[in-house]
Structure formats: structure tokens, C-alpha cells
T-cell receptor, first 114, second 113 residues
Framework: EAQVTQNPRYLITVTGKKLTVTCSQNMNHEYMSWYRQDPGLGLRQIYY???????DKGDVPEGYKVSRKEKRNFPLILESPSPNQTSLYFCASRQTGGASYEQYFGPGTRLTVT | AQSVTQLDSQVPVFEEAPVELRCNYSSSVSVYLFWYVQYPNQGLQLLLKYLSGSTLVKGINGFEAEFNKSQTSFHLRKPSVHISDTAEYFC???????????FGKGTRLHILP
């Protein structure tokens, strides 16, 4: 089954404790992206990657890091989380250079930073 | 730069009544347009998309949208809603095939019994 998986689904942590949210897709997509969703603000892009070893900042990259060492994986790293990073996070992937532009989303990771 | 405006943050509608969710975009170039749906406690999934051709686009679950270039709109419609349509709906725009997608802030559809 074609899917994007994220782990963990729920996470409560404390300020300053480094964490990683994993994202993996099995569709051989080149493009992967991270979004955060906050009430009244919709989805805002954090980082995206057009292919392995190619990453770029989205609209709200501050406080986040990403890496793309393999095509299927795109982890999101918070090196020193703060309460304003409490949010719902989505990973997504899609093809590039083709007629299909649909983004496939993971189920989301709800992060609470206290 | 392109942007997307969803004119209503919440839309209440009675079951079996028609609904229209409004979306306007701004862009100086041709765009690709999308509607995504997010059911409670789930990720987003594509409802429909406009890339080119016919301005009336049909999607899943009985939804359709009409691309209106002169009014820069892409409103989503369904002739008869069901309780299962309770969700948040996001309009999105992209200006080329490899560009990022800009999402609107979402419209929460409440179905009233």
C-alpha cells in the first residue's frame, strides 16, 4: 500500500530536549516536505527536499533541521524545542517532473513542548 | 508571489443541503489549483485538482470545483452533503510543477442534522 508514515504520532517533551520525528514514504517520490498546522493558520511549510541531499527552507524553518540521506526518508529534527513549536506536524511526498502533482500526507505527529 | 484566501473559516450547513466553499487566489502567472480534505484526526488527502483544460473539475465523494480565471476563484461545491463530509477543507495553489504548494487557512465544514 502506498503510504507516508510518521513516528511518533504523539509526543510530549520538555523545552530544550532534542527530538527527531521520522518520515518515510514507499512511493519512490523525489519531493518530500514538512508542514506544521496551527489553528487559524492552516499549513505552513517548514522545509522541503527536491531529491537526495537537496533541501531548502520553507516559510517557517527557524528552530528546525532536516536531512535527506535516502530517497525514502526525511526526518525532522528539533535540536532545542521550545513551547512555540507545539503543533501538529505533517510530512508529505509527491512526484516531480510528471503530470501528477498530488501530495501524499502522513497521518501527523502531535507535538507538545512544555 | 502567489497566495490563497479561503473566505470562510467555518461553514455550517444542514444535511442533504448544497454547500459551496470559497477560494480565491492571486498570481501573475498560470496556476495549478487543488482542494484537499482533512477528516478528524487524519492527514490531508486530495479531493480534486485543476491543471489545465475543462474548468469544471470533478473529484471524489461527489465534490466538484470550477476554475474561474477572470475572478481568480476555485470554489468547491457539493449538491447534497452528508454527515461524513464533516472535515476541514484546504484550497491550495502552485505555479509550476516543481514549485511548492501554498495552502489556504482552511474551512471547517459543519454538517447539522
Amino acid at each position: 500500500e502506498a503510504q507516508v508514515t510518521q513516528n511518533p504520532r504523539y509526543l510530549i517533551t520538555v523545552t530544550g530536549k532534542k527530538l527527531t520525528v521520522t518520515c518515510s514514504q514507499n512511493m519512490n517520490h523525489e519531493y518530500m516536505s514538512w508542514y506544521r498546522q496551527d489553528p487559524g493558520l492552516g499549513l505552513r511549510q517548514i522545509y522541503y527536499s527536491m531529491n537526495v541531499e537537496v533541501t531548502d527552507k520553507g516559510d517557517v524553518p527557524e528552530g528546525y533541521k532536516v536531512s535527506r540521506k535516502e530517497k525514502r526518508n526525511f526526518p525532522l529534527i528539533l535540536e532545542s524545542p521550545s513551547p512555540n513549536q507545539t503543533s501538529l506536524y505533517f510530512c508529505a511526498s509527491r512526484q516531480t517532473g510528471g503530470a501528477s502533482y498530488e501530495q501524499y500526507f502522513g497521518p501527523g505527529t502531535r507535538l507538545t513542548v512544555t | 508571489a502567489q497566495s490563497v484566501t479561503q473566505l470562510d473559516s467555518q461553514v455550517p450547513v444542514f444535511e442533504e443541503a448544497p454547500v459551496e466553499l470559497r477560494c480565491n487566489y492571486s498570481s501573475s502567472v498560470s496556476v495549478y489549483l487543488f482542494w484537499y480534505v482533512q477528516y478528524p484526526n487524519q492527514g490531508l488527502q486530495l479531493l480534486l485538482k485543476y491543471l489545465s483544460g475543462s474548468t469544471l473539475v470533478k473529484g471524489i465523494n461527489g465534490f466538484e470545483a470550477e476554475f474561474n480565471k477572470s475572478q481568480t476563484s476555485f470554489h468547491l461545491r457539493k449538491p447534497s452533503v452528508h454527515i461524513s463530509d464533516t472535515a476541514e477543507y484546504f484550497c491550495a495553489v502552485s505555479v509550476n510543477r516543481d514549485d511548492k504548494i501554498i495552502f489556504g487557512k482552511g474551512t471547517r465544514l459543519h454538517i447539522l442534522p
